[in-house]
């Protein structure tokens, strides 16, 4: 049976206010702000990072015990992240490494699969051997996926998508009624619904070139806290603004 960890007080609180029959199945996170929270405080910027994954640790734990989550997909390091110094890439993929084995038997204890998206190849191989493993440990559990975005970019993925139409037509598949569930079906995502709901933190008002085709009607929750100081009852406050929306994907609002 899958552990039930217990959230903050606040958090616990809040979960009493949450229709628990308008979760959104699938979460996305832009985790925004570890550099500048470091900065704050005159620390290095790894530190931010460091600290940013005790914030990844909450977010899990709060999306699991939502229950109805069952996607989760956080925005790690993007095919962008590359052109920073590389002792900060370096330390950043330590991290990386560190997480993955220390988490693995939460995941496995809460029965959450973990999974990727982006050009792993990208990754050190020591990182990518190990994002591997744990991939492979976790790939019986059902409860909850988590989708890391490693080396990910919304473009170099539709990218790879149009690649792979026209690698198959080269091949002889014919693609002359391509659709949309047709090219979704070669996005890195093709093992998830689309996110009804997208986090951003650090107030920050872009989505940086993530999941672009996917978003097209997510509902979009800025806050303004740096990732770092991102608690659980976060994201929980997130689920319960996103649940006084109404859904219209283009159409116009249902009146009773």
Not at 58 to 68: G, I
Not at 115 to 136: C, F, N, Q
Not at 230 to 236: G, N, P, V
């Amino acid at each position: 049976m899958a552990k039930v960890e217990r959230l903050s007080d606040r958090a616990e609180e809040l979960l009493k206010e949450v229709n628990r029959d308008k979760i959104p199945r699938h979460i996305a996170i832009i985790m925004d702000g570890n550099g500048r929270w470091a900065k704050k405080r005159y620390l290095r910027r790894v530190s931010g990072h460091r600290k940013g994954l005790e914030a990844v640790r909450q977010a899990v734990r709060a999306a699991k015990r939502l229950d109805k989550v069952r996607f989760l997909t956080l925005y790690a390091f993007s095919i962008e992240n590359w052109k920073r110094p590389p002792n900060e890439v370096s330390a950043i993929m330590t991290l990386l490494e560190d997480y993955l084995c220390k988490e693995e038997r939460e995941m496995l204890d809460n029965d959450i699969r973990l999974r990727y998206i982006g050009r792993i190849e990208d990754l050190p191989e020591s990182t990518r051997a190990e994002l591997l493993r744990v991939a492979k440990s976790t790939e019986h559990c059902e409860s909850m996926m988590l989708t890391l975005a490693l080396s990910y970019s919304g473009r170099a993925e539709i990218v790879d998508a149009v690649r792979k139409v026209v690698a198959e037509t080269i091949e002889g598949k014919d693609h002359s009624m391509i659709d949309e569930e047709c090219f979704s079906s070669k996005l890195y995502t093709d093992f998830m619904p689309e996110p009804e709901l997208l986090i951003r933190t650090s107030g920050e008002m872009r989505i940086s070139n993530f999941m672009l085709w996917q978003i097209a009607y997510t509902e979009l929750f800025i806050h303004p806290v740096l990732w770092p100081d991102f608690k659980d009852y976060h994201l929980i406050e997130a689920v319960i603004d996103y649940q006084k929306r109404e859904r219209r994907f283009g159409g116009i609002e249902q009146v009773e």
